[in-house]
């Protein structure tokens, strides 16, 4: 039984539900001369692919940094350092890589020095807008930053912060692996997903191996529920019988969903 959130297995661990998708071939093997053709590497792509855009609970971070900004604090440009421009990176804890956010989370009250100093802390999440559609804010000075952007390897706040605020980002790492032995690197997703990356690295080696019955075969099993390509919120998930659904999806099953109408600040 393994512990919400955590990894149960191993990318060895996986290997043979790769080699049986593909008949128990001789030549699907780790002893492949090239490393390519090996079925850890097929399970390593199939990971980096379903886990980018997929919600796993294994691979987020609940415990991001929190980051000061305000005016002059932010990235420097031209020998001046910017009020609204900040390093992605500096969101995000020593060593991490990041596919999926939520919205950055700003603290209102001024005095914020850490989560628990004061009774009257103030969070409000910032939305996303365009690049195009903040430029106007980027440059307007003494706000408060409710909306932000990515751009490259900033994220840019508008309008720009007239005094220093506290920010988190809540957000999911990229896959991590062990490049000098692939073989026990853990495969952070649940028990229920591990058919699921079998098959898919299996369609992997399928192609590599000019196997293409096979790897066609495969890829209609992986995507096996036909609501899968055409039911809103599913679309195009996996499933083999049923298109999988996300740990968060589950939880909030049985809550009501409720609509607060808000008035943007700025």
């Known amino acids: 039984m393994n512990l919400p959130g955590s990894s149960t297995i191993t990318i060895n661990g996986l290997i043979n539900r790769v080699v049986a998708a593909l008949q128990n071939r001789s030549d699907v ?10 079925p850890s590497r097929w399970l390593r792509d199939a990971l980096r692919e379903i886990t ?3 919600v796993f609970e294994e691979l987020r971070q609940p415990n991001p940094p929190l980051v000061t900004i305000g005016p002059g604090l932010g990235s420097t440009m031209n020998g001046v350092a910017s009020s609204y421009s900040y390093p ?32 009257n802390q103030i969070a409000y999440p910032m939305d996303y807008l365009t690049p195009k559609a903040i430029a106007p804010l980027l440059n307007v000075p003494g706000g408060i930053p409710f909306k932000y952007t990515r751009f490259g390897t900033q994220f840019w ?12 980002l ?4 990229r896959h991590p692996f062990n490049d000098d032995n692939l073989l026990i690197s853990p495969a952070y997703i649940p028990p229920d997903w591990h058919d699921i990356i079998g098959y898919a690295a299996a369609e ?27 039911k809103d919120g599913v679309m195009g998930r996996p499933g083999l019988i049923k298109a999988k659904v996300l740990q ?9 969903i409720q609509i607060s109408p808000m008035v943007s600040r700025y």
């Open 170 to 173: 809540p957000y999911q790492i």
């Open 29 to 38: 093997s780790e002893t492949q001369t090239n490393p390519e053709m090996r």
């Open 157 to 168: 706040f508008g309008s720009q912060p007239g005094q220093n605020y506290a920010v988190y």
């Open 52 to 54: 980018a855009d997929n």
């Open 204 to 230: 992997r080696g399928a192609v590599a191996l000019r196997w293409n019955e096979q790897a066609d075969f495969l890829h209609k099993l992986v995507f096996g529920d036909p609501d899968s390509m055409t």
């Open 88 to 119: 992605v990176s500096s969101f995000i804890n020593p060593g991490d890589d990041v596919t999926l956010t939520e919205d950055p989370v700003i603290f209102l009250n001024t005095t914020f020095t850490g989560p628990s100093n004061s009774s």
């Open 248 to 256: 968060q999806e589950r939880d909030r099953r049985v809550s009501t």
